[in-house]
Every structure is written in C-alpha cells, then in structure tokens.
Nanobody, 125 residues
C-alpha cells in the first residue's frame, strides 16, 4: 500500500507561480514512476509530468518549459514547480504512483494504482 498527500495548491493570477508537493508513505521505491495529473471540470484527467524509475522527467507539451517536476527519494516527496501559470492550468492536481518498477514514463492514468486526494489550483486572468 502507498499513501499520497498533496499540498500547495491555491489561487494565483495568470503569470504567477505555485509549488505543489506530494508526500508519499508506505511501499515506495526510487524505481517506481511518480507523476502529476490534473483534471478540470468537465474534462478527463490528463497527465502533466512524470518522473520514471531512472529519475528522468517527462512533460506534457502544454506545460513544457513552465513546469518542473522533482523527486527526492530520501524524503519520499514529489514536487511540481509551476511558473507562468495560465487560466487553462486551472484544475485539481493529483499525485500518483505505480508500485512496480517503471523505467520509462507512463502517461496513462490507468497505469497508476495509487492517488492522492488532490489539491486545487485556480489561475485567474
């Protein structure tokens, strides 16, 4: 079992920054993929950024160059630094992990078995 808890969401104006954090506990390992997903009202959940088991990051095109994902295996945390935020970034953001070895970024939400409760990010224009 894995427990994930996100924090750091909030409301900002367009162009602003936020940092999300995810604290993991339970069966975690550096070789497991971890990532951030988001879901806006009326839309499907979409992947945002993934760190694979080699600690390599992969970003969705919509956030590339603006968001930075980082993982601290010693602290079992996963952060998402978001800059140059846009109104279309408004969504509930979820941290997720799959508790198996994962050596390439898996971007399908169905590949992830453990999810946090989510943290809301609202960007106003």
């Amino acid at each position: 079992q894995v427990q994930l808890a996100e924090s750091g969401g909030g409301s900002v104006q367009a162009g602003g920054s936020l940092r999300l954090s995810c604290a993991a506990s339970g069966y975690t390992h550096s070789t497991h993929c971890m990532g951030w997903f988001r879901q806006a009202p009326g839309k499907e959940r979409e992947w945002v950024a993934i760190v694979d088991g080699t600690s390599s990051p992969t970003y969705a095109e919509s956030v590339k160059g603006r968001f930075t994902i980082s993982r601290d295996n010693a602290k079992n945390t996963l952060d998402l630094q978001m800059a140059s935020l846009k109104p279309e970034d408004t969504a509930m953001y979820y941290c997720a992990t799959r508790a198996v070895v994962c050596f390439y970024a898996r971007t399908d939400a169905t590949d992830y078995g453990y999810w946090g409760q989510g943290t809301q990010v609202t960007v106003s224009s």
